[in-house]
């Protein structure tokens, strides 16, 4: 699998997909190269990380010619996933989507863009807003009444339009140089789904809620993901790069002395999910990342959320590399590059998680310090071992994380997260070689297509 992942490029040419700056593939699924239509239809392989558990994950692999597209646009990707966007959710037909270009979730049906002043209620100004609910007039209570209402039926408008809803037995598989842009995929009570090679840009909140009791000093809070999945199991997400694109949030405003964040997470696991893989992702320059559980409460999400992640670039990205709550989340063979202003941590250990983090690579800048690459949302225990750290210009060595983390903080966290994971496809690498791997190989067009 690896060489042939490493002599991906010249697979594609051999075998008629379009490199990097060719002409665009052709519309007509008669007209796919012989690696598209294979890399398409190709399942999970077995004991590959958690979605491999029971009868693994193929997605859209059994769908017919009738169920198999290429889309260019919002309008036809909806159309490939069933028609109708408020019930596509529940279509359990095998589909087979290939996206050939830019789908941008702000289009029209007829591609023309909408804005976000297109979206927002009448009766919403964010200008208004501000001056109804800053600190200094409102006080730290959340907002209410109706300018609150009006920003609640605009988000209610932008998720109509940006948040695409996936069914069961769904492969979504981008050709060369795909994009998704402003939009959410949600995968909710759909299981047995594949998203492979995409790359997932500026998924973007035009409402943004004050939530002034997030914290000791308030924060903005965004509604979408890149990809969220939701009360759904057997999930494979891989090859996929996920970004802000040139709207990152460090771009925005500050109001009541708080980021105006406009995104959320790239690849959310939450409401009793399990059983997802996520491998050979690129996740660049982004701030929140993956949440494993969004509840403190024990209840349903206890025994669920089992996730595995392996390698996985993590790059200049700030917090949540995942945050865990509840699950079993086995952490392999990843590399992170850390740091600049704004990183927080890597590892958040929350209630009742279970993360087993190996043989994992982490290139930190001089100014972050290994005992900061885990934090205590919490958590009782994780296990991990086989770190290796470069800090700076220094020589790269063995770290053992949890020493670190215990030594700097108080109340230390245990080091058995009580159980091993049995479900890897191949063995684990030696973490001086995952940068080696990772760096040229994760992320969207490295496979043959």
């Given at each position: ?61 059994a769908a017919t010619p009738e169920r198999t597209r290429v889309v260019r646009s919002r309008a036809e990707l909806v159309a490939a996933l069933g028609g109708d966007n408020a019930s596509n959710a529940t279509d359990a037909t095998p ?165 105006y964040q406009v995104h959320d997470g790239s690849l959310d696991v939450t409401h009793t999910a399990s059983l997802v893989t996520a491998s050979w992702n690129s996740f660049v320059g982004r701030d929140k990342l993956m949440l494993i ?56 250990v929350g209630v009742q998680s279970a993360i087993y983090a190996q043989n994992n690579f982490f290139t930190l800048d001089a100014t972050v310090d290994p005992g900061d690459l885990l934090y205590d949302w919490g958590g009782t225990a ?68």
């Amino acid at each position: 699998m690896r060489r042939i992942l490493a002599g991906a490029t010249v697979i594609a040419l051999l075998l008629g997909a379009s490199p990097a700056g060719a002409a665009a593939p052709p519309a007509d699924t008669d007209r796919l190269s012989w690696s598209a239509r294979h890399l398409g239809r190709q399942a999970l392989p077995e004991r590959d990380g958690w979605a491999a558990e029971g009868a693994g994950t193929t997605g859209g692999s059994a769908a017919t010619p009738e169920r198999t597209r290429v889309v260019r646009s919002r309008a036809e990707l909806v159309a490939a996933l069933g028609g109708d966007n408020a019930s596509n959710a529940t279509d359990a037909t095998p589909k087979l989507i290939y996206v050939d270009g830019t789908v941008d979730g702000f289009d029209r049906p007829d591609g023309t863009p909408l804005s976000c002043a297109e979206l927002a209620d009448p009766a919403y100004r964010l200008d208004a807003y501000l001056a109804a609910y800053d600190p200094a007039v409102w006080g730290r209570v959340p907002p209410t009444g109706p300018l609150e209402e009006a920003r609640v039926r605009s988000v209610t408008n932008q998720t109509r339009q940006t948040q695409i809803n996936v069914g069961p037995n769904t492969s979504i598989v981008g050709l060369r140089g795909a994009r998704l842009t402003g939009l959410t995929l949600m995968i909710d009570r759909a299981s047995n789904v594949i998203v492979r090679n995409l790359t997932l840009v500026d998924a973007r909140d035009c409402f943004p809620a004050w939530s002034p009791t997030d914290g000791e000093a308030g924060n903005w809070n965004s509604q979408y993901d890149q990809i969220s999945v939701r009360r759904s199991e057997n999930v494979w997400v891989d090859h996929n790069t996920f970004s802000d694109g040139d709207n990152p949030d460090r771009a925005q405003p500050v109001y009541f002395g708080r980021p105006y964040q406009v995104h959320d997470g790239s690849l959310d696991v939450t409401h009793t999910a399990s059983l997802v893989t996520a491998s050979w992702n690129s996740f660049v320059g982004r701030d929140k990342l993956m949440l494993i559980g969004s509840s403190n409460t024990v209840g349903p999400d206890v025994g669920r959320l089992k996730v595995t992640l392996h390698h996985n670039l993590f790059d200049r990205v700030l917090q949540r590399l995942p945050r865990v709550r509840f699950g079993q989340v086995d952490v392999y063979n990843n590399h992170y590059r850390l740091g600049g202003d704004g990183f927080q941590y890597a590892l958040g250990v929350g209630v009742q998680s279970a993360i087993y983090a190996q043989n994992n690579f982490f290139t930190l800048d001089a100014t972050v310090d290994p005992g900061d690459l885990l934090y205590d949302w919490g958590g009782t225990a994780l296990t991990e071992r086989g770190s290796w750290v470069r800090r700076g210009s220094g020589p790269a060595r063995p770290v053992d994380l949890l020493a670190a983390y215990n030594a700097a903080h108080d109340p230390d966290l245990g080091s058995d997260a009580g159980w091993t994971p049995t479900l890897r496809r191949d063995p684990v690498l030696p973490a001086p070689l995952v940068p080696l791997l990772v760096g040229p190989l994760a992320g969207t067009d490295r496979l043959p297509i």
